[in-house]
């Protein structure tokens, strides 16, 4: 794993931290707010609910692992209102975590799980909502949030800060094995 931690930090990786998968607090109320559909992704593809499953089979595809890396990048903002910097954050993080991805692929011989940030985007239009599989399920992830983790507890619990200050924004993956 330390070689996945190198390769990490080689493309920009702030901060890593190691966590047991029975330490996690799940909350499945925390899908009613994928279901919400705020981001406008909920039923719309494969990485997003309810494509995922239900939240009791992402729990328990969790807890199938016994750890966790999580994976933590800061975007610094001009304000709290800097959308420019958190989206092209968002871009270095999905970057970051797909060659993460690749990487595991190429060198874990064990199965794993990756979870990134928000809903995947790769396609234009999904298959999920023309019924086809994923296209690109080797580089396709879900987010931490889908599978009914709190990521600010989660953080707290491996004693790294949720942010880095004012005007900064943090993404946070994590990858189970």
């Given at each position: 794993m330390q070689d996945i931690i190198n390769k990490a930090i080689e493309l920009g990786i702030n901060n890593t931290a190691f966590i047991k998968t029975k330490d996690i607090i799940f909350s499945e109320d925390l899908r009613a707010t994928c279901e919400q559909n705020i981001c406008r992704s909920y039923g719309t593809n494969w990485m997003?609910?309810?494509?995922?499953?239900?939240?009791?089979d992402c729990i328990n595809r969790v807890k199938s692992f016994e750890n966790g890396l999580l994976i933590q990048i800061f975007v610094k903002m001009k304000n709290s209102f800097d959308i420019?910097?958190?989206m092209e954050g968002g871009k270095k993080f999905k970057n970051i975590m797909k060659n993460l991805k690749e990487e595991m692929n190429k060198t874990y011989t064990g199965n794993f799980l990756i979870l990134?940030?928000?809903g995947c985007n790769d396609c234009e239009k999904c298959a999920y909502v023309i019924?086809?599989?994923?296209?690109?399920?080797?580089?396709?992830?879900?987010?931490?949030?889908?599978?009914?983790?709190y990521v600010s507890d989660i953080m707290k619990k491996a004693g790294l800060a949720y942010n880095?200050?004012?005007?900064?924004?943090?993404?946070?993956?994590?990858?189970?094995?």
């Open positions: 997003c609910p309810p494509g995922i499953g239900t939240a009791p420019n910097a958190m990134g940030a928000g019924n086809e599989p994923c296209r690109f399920p080797e580089t396709s992830f879900s987010s931490v949030e889908a599978h009914g983790i880095d200050g004012p005007n900064s924004f943090a993404y946070v993956g994590m990858i189970l094995f």
